[in-house]
């Protein structure tokens, strides 16, 4: 099935469209936006999640050949090759992290702001990609940040819908 509002496809059996948030089949939405530019704020967070996510799969899946590439000379590479792994790990896991929340935060946006507030993680995140990863983990971590700069600049609306939730 498809969204009335976006034309998103969606599976059966699902109440809102992991998209736009707009309720499938009659459901009520979970919370109850105040206005129409507040829903389009939490999409486009949404969106911007699972754009992140994406970022995140295609690096990890390079770091994770990589790792296969320099397998094959088990010699020379092989500290490479455990190195490219572990990265394209934590960055596959970052991946489904954000794919998760992008459907979380349609459904219940609550804790936005406190989520993306700290910046430790990211920058950890960053430096291990640098290090580790190359110039291609750097990509994740700059698209990260301008998603965190877009929350951190909406906080106060982001916190309005919480507290209307």
């Known amino acids: 099935m498809f969204c009335q509002k976006c034309g998103n496809e969606i599976n059966d059996g699902v109440q809102f469209c992991d998209k736009c948030g707009t309720p499938t089949n009659g459901a009520q939405p979970a919370y ?50 455990i190195t490219f792994l572990i990265i394209g790990a934590l960055n596959i896991a970052n991946a489904v992290r954000d794919f998760k929340y992008s459907k979380t935060v349609i459904q219940s946006p609550i804790g936005i702001v406190e989520k993306f507030q700290p910046i430790g993680g990211a920058i950890v995140t960053l430096i291990y990609n640098v290090l580790f990863g190359g110039l291609i983990g750097i990509a994740g971590s700059i698209y990260y940040f301008i998603m965190r700069n877009f929350v951190m600049k909406n906080a106060e609306q982001f916190k309005a819908i919480e507290q209307s939730v």
């Not at 967070?45 to 994406?54: C, E, H, P, Q, R």
């Open 32 to 81: 109850n936006y105040t206005a129409a530019p507040t829903q389009n704020l939490v999409a486009s967070l949404a969106s911007k999640v699972k754009i992140n996510g994406i970022i995140w799969v295609i690096i990890g899946s390079i770091q994770l050949l990589a790792a296969l590439v320099f397998c094959t000379d088990l010699d020379w590479y092989m500290t490479e090759a």
